[in-house]
């Protein structure tokens, strides 16, 4: 029992609702747009799931195995850091997940796109694209995570690819295409990474991890983070105003403690309080997305 909780302990559940809130918007743009499948939607909440256990997985084993979660390291240590599972174990448990993400993704390919190769085609890059994405943050000799890119691959796999892609999946129009949603998930999502790289920001620097925050310095980072989050925010005005009836305006009163929380994250130069953020951080963008799904699914 002891294990299992471990094994669960390494897959970051606190991180799954950010990650599959993409994916449930993309599902949400569909229906309104009338051409959603559950069949597609199930199958791409369990692609969803599996990239982000292997991405948790990954950056497990590649901190630990770079001696990045020393003793100076600010944030919760991982599992393989704290020798409650081998980085042996770690690294097996890493290419099973890639091997059912493969398996589900076929069966997803196959159920949307029948025999549209060419939908095969470009999807199946994306798919092994996606897998590299996930294991390079911080495996192999030079990831690109200790390079300050990982804002840039967030951005694209956590918003363009998680709610622009799993929308292209059921079919759905280019010229509908949610581009202003998918660019503010993956706003929102920087944002939630640059809270996490700002707490550690003294250990990543001794440890050798160039985060974009650190390249930033202390006070830039900071208006980053500001930034993100108003362009995030100004994405969905533009959405809702253009797209949508004007009642879903009201939706951004959601936004309020993605906001506040930028006002802590601005001011606060306390590890507890940054923590904190990440969370409330995580947490609010991903029930602001899923009350937009809700809504748009009931249109």
Known sequence: MQTVFCWIRAMRLRSLPLSLSGVVLGGAFASFDHVFSWKIFVLSLVVGVLLQILTNFANDYGDAT?????????????????????????????????????????????????????AWSIFSVLLLVSIWAAMSYTMGKNPYGYRAQGDFYVFIFFGLVAVAGSYCLYGGSFYHLPG??????????????????????????????????????????????????????????????????????????????????AYKVYTSRETLVLDRQVDITAASTGIFHIIVSIMLFMK
């Open 66 to 118: 770079k001696g990045l979660e020393g003793a100076l390291r600010q944030g919760p240590k991982g599992v393989v850091s704290s020798g409650v599972i081998s980085p042996k174990k770690m690294l097996r448990a890493i290419f099973f997940v890639v091997a059912l993400i493969v398996l589900f993704s076929l069966l997803l390919f196959y159920v949307s796109f029948g025999n549209n190769i060419w």
């Open 180 to 261: 202003f949603p998918a660019c503010a998930a993956g706003l929102l999502s920087c944002a939630v990474l640059n809270v996490n790289n700002i707490r550690d920001m003294k250990s990543d620097a001794v440890y050798g991890k160039e985060s974009l925050a650190l390249r930033l310095g202390d006070e830039y980072a900071r208006y980053y983070h500001v930034l993100l989050v108003l362009s995030a925010f100004l994405c969905w005005l533009v959405y809702f105003w253009v797209m949508l009836p004007n009642t879903y305006l009201l939706l951004l009163i959601l936004y309020l403690p993605l906001a506040y929380s």
